[in-house]
């Protein structure tokens, strides 16, 4: 694993390098600044980060994170450097988790860019420190599960059309349907929407609570879809 340092300086190099990551970056805070303000300087609104990060985050997130990640193996694919990283002293694992963690630190560089939200709220009222904290660790955490799912369907085709759809579709069905299913029903089918749901997970976070059994599920959901990018990788590479 020791070249993965080398990896993710490569990948996060090629992030700020590429036009797509600044239009990204350029889309995320005109969107969530749009919903900052009109949440927050209204008469009667409240002087929080709650709802900008609690309501609307995630919803943003499913549309930006699979445009960050679209590239990031079918690009390999399409320019044909997959063969050389193939052929380099490095393993399948280690690719992934290069290109994974050059994606999360873009992303917690991305995620930066809200501190100024939390510092105007400030401004006009007290700030809950520890709601704030809260949601940014919710955010980091639903930010890393979103790449790892889109590295997997980018490892999956050579196409980002179809790798930034895919992502889309499947982080659209479990962050919102599946919530709203479950809402929908009663007894054990609520349950399992609810344990299935990204959102349910995430919501504490937004309310100020931290939750090891939310955390163990997005660090374990994160993993399984880490693990399949290398499952993918490994038989591109033997087939």
Not at 38 to 59: C, K, Q, W
Not at 120 to 137: A, E, N, R
Request: charged residues 10%; hydrophobic residues 50%; neutral net charge.
């Amino acid at each position: 694993m020791r070249n993965i340092p080398t990896l993710t300086h490569r990948e996060l190099s090629t992030q700020f390098y590429s036009p797509i990551a600044y239009i990204v970056i350029t889309i995320f805070l005109v969107i969530s600044g749009i919903f900052f303000i009109s949440d927050n300087f209204t008469s009667g609104g409240e002087a929080s980060v709650r709802d900008i990060f609690g309501n609307y985050m995630p919803l943003i997130l499913v549309f930006i994170l699979p445009m960050l990640t679209m590239r990031l193996m079918s690009e390999e694919y399409r320019s044909g450097t997959i063969e050389t990283l193939m052929t380099a002293p490095v393993n399948d694992a280690e690719v992934i988790l290069g290109k994974f963690f050059g994606a999360v630190l873009f992303y917690f560089v991305l995620l930066a860019s809200t501190l100024v939200y939390p510092i105007v709220v400030s401004l006009y009222g007290p700030l809950d420190v520890g709601l704030t904290l809260s949601c940014y660790v919710g955010l980091m955490l639903v930010g890393s599960l979103y790449i790892a799912v889109g590295i997997f369907f980018s490892s999956c085709t050579r196409n980002q059309v179809i790798a930034v759809l895919c992502s889309f579709v499947l982080l659209a069905v479990f962050t919102f349907l599946v919530h709203y299913i479950g809402q929908q029903q009663e007894g054990v089918v609520r349950v399992v929407m609810q344990h299935l749901s990204i959102i349910s997970h995430f919501q504490d976070f937004s309310r100020g609570l931290v939750d090891i059994t939310h955390v163990v599920f997005f660090l374990s959901s994160t993993c399984l879809f880490l693990f399949f990018a290398v499952k993918i990788l490994e038989f591109r590479r033997w087939r």
